[in-house]
């Protein structure tokens, strides 16, 4: 019956083709030694070569290491080849900055893709079954998730992982190892109510079924299966929106807030999932509560602030876009200091820049075309030699409604903090007469008195 079960879901959702090579994660508990046997069985059927692969996280001390020989017994009894590691999982979390439950699915995930490419395998079989399914659901209901988590565990994902059981019951599970005489390996901790997971399994679920609906578990999967239709339609057009508004990196991924902020909220938050997707591969551990933190970066009032997410996530608001990185973004400090002639030009090399000078009468001034990019002052309000430099700390400038501090400035001007040691302050020897093409001092403003000025332009290179 288990069998037949197994095969339909294979069927149904094209988890095997013939001539597969699939690597099994075996715990040893029941849920993977079920998926194993049944795999065995199946193999001369679907024409499949099958290896087991097991992680030892050196949690549990002596029954690891009974696990670890359970697997090598069994694995030998069926002829199957099996590989399993060993590694010190709370001092890799302690070392990383990871929860056990987060650094061990990373290392197992891991190990599964190494042995993957050692065998030239072409898919990786993990034992989730319908109950995992029921609980996955529930969790991400307390944790607030979108339609998105609701879809619960997938039958197949885009790296080969394939889950052949996720139709099957947990009490069907253990009914066939009791058949086959396998003798999994129970682990204690899963009877612990200790974990959120094993709280949901062993009271929660338990609570539901006496109380409110027998077939709970059913009904949840039923559901989760009926919002899978509607999600993947969204999806699909999120896929779409993502690549026009996205530009995409290695490591980051570019949201253009012009296109972005017109679509609708179920498109803004899939576009964000899928942009940390590229990034990490998957989005694991990314509730919706920080998509929707990411989110509230469109509001203006948001302009170069930065938050973080799990796994190493930065999200950075820029002023035309949002940025999601693995990358902190540091501001590194640009000093420079370069005398200016009156007439002339010196490079701005720290800054790729070229800064040009002319001075001129006000009649010539007036009648020559000046872009944003220049600036006029009046000649003889200049005092001693000019010079171009990075800002230094306590700078002022003077400005219609008073003195303002660059760094004020700057933060009024919505320029990232990264960027604001690019631009370059023009002084004489007695304050500032701009900062950059951005803003002109009120001391060197040209009025009727101006007899000749002095044109300085900004020129990238």
Do not use: W
Not at 206 to 218: A, G, R
């Amino acid at each position: 019956m288990i069998l037949e079960k197994v095969l339909s879901t294979i069927n149904k959702y094209n988890l095997i083709e013939d001539g597969d090579k699939i690597v099994l994660g075996l715990s040893g508990g029941p849920d993977s030694v079920c998926l194993l046997h049944i795999l065995y069985r199946l193999k001369e059927i679907l024409n499949i070569e099958v290896y087991a692969a097991h992680l030892n996280h050196q949690i549990r001390g002596i029954e690891a290491q009974k696990d670890a020989l359970y697997i090598s017994q069994i694995c030998e009894d069926l002829g199957i080849t099996s590989f399993v590691k060993s590694i010190n999982v709370p001092q890799y979390c302690k070392e990383n900055g990871l929860s056990i439950e987060e650094g061990a699915r990373k290392l197992r995930y891991e190990m599964f893709e190494e042995i993957k490419q050692k065998t030239k395998s072409n898919k990786i079989a993990i034992g989730h079954n319908l109950n995992d399914q029921a609980e996955t659901i529930l969790m991400r209901v307390m944790r607030g998730t979108g339609l998105q988590g609701l879809r619960g565990i997938e039958y197949i994902r885009d790296n080969g992982i394939i889950r052949p059981i996720l139709d099957i019951e947990r009490s069907e599970i253990e009914a066939y190892c009791d058949k086959y005489e396998l003798n999994p390996r129970i682990d204690k901790t899963n009877l612990q109510t200790i974990y959120t997971r094993n709280k949901i399994r062993l009271e929660l679920i338990p609570y539901m079924k006496d109380n409110f609906n027998p077939s709970v578990i059913e009904s949840i999967v039923r559901m989760s299966k009926s919002l899978k239709s509607d999600s993947d339609y969204i999806e699909y057009e999120a896929k779409l929106k993502f690549k026009e508004v996205s530009s995409l990196n290695s490591d980051s991924v570019e949201i253009n807030l012009q296109k972005y902020v017109n679509l609708h909220d179920a498109i803004k938050v899939r576009v964000l999932r899928n942009g940390i997707k590229h990034i990490l591969g998957d989005t694991n551990f990314v509730d919706q509560r920080h998509i929707e933190d990411v989110m509230e970066l469109e509001n203006e009032n948001k302009i170069n602030k930065m938050i973080t997410l799990p796994r190493g996530i930065f999200a950075y608001r820029r002023k035309n876009i949002i940025i999601l990185t693995t990358k902190e973004i540091v501001s590194e400090d640009i000093d420079f200091c370069y005398n200016i002639p009156s007439n002339g030009f010196i490079k701005i090399k720290e800054l790729n820049l070229v800064l040009e000078t002319q001075t001129m009468s006000i009649d010539r001034y007036k009648s020559i075309k000046v872009d944003k990019t220049s600036k006029g002052f009046d000649f003889s309000k200049v005092k001693g030699g000019i010079v171009v430099r990075s800002r230094n700390q306590g700078d002022k400038i003077k400005l219609a409604a008073g003195s303002k501090k660059i760094k004020e400035l700057f933060i009024d001007l919505k320029i990232p903090r990264e960027d604001r040691c690019k631009i370059p302050v023009v002084t004489d020897d007695e304050g500032i007469l701009c900062v950059g093409d951005y803003k002109t001092s009120e001391n060197y403003k040209i009025d009727s008195k101006t007899k000749e000025v002095l044109k300085i332009s900004f020129k990238k290179l």
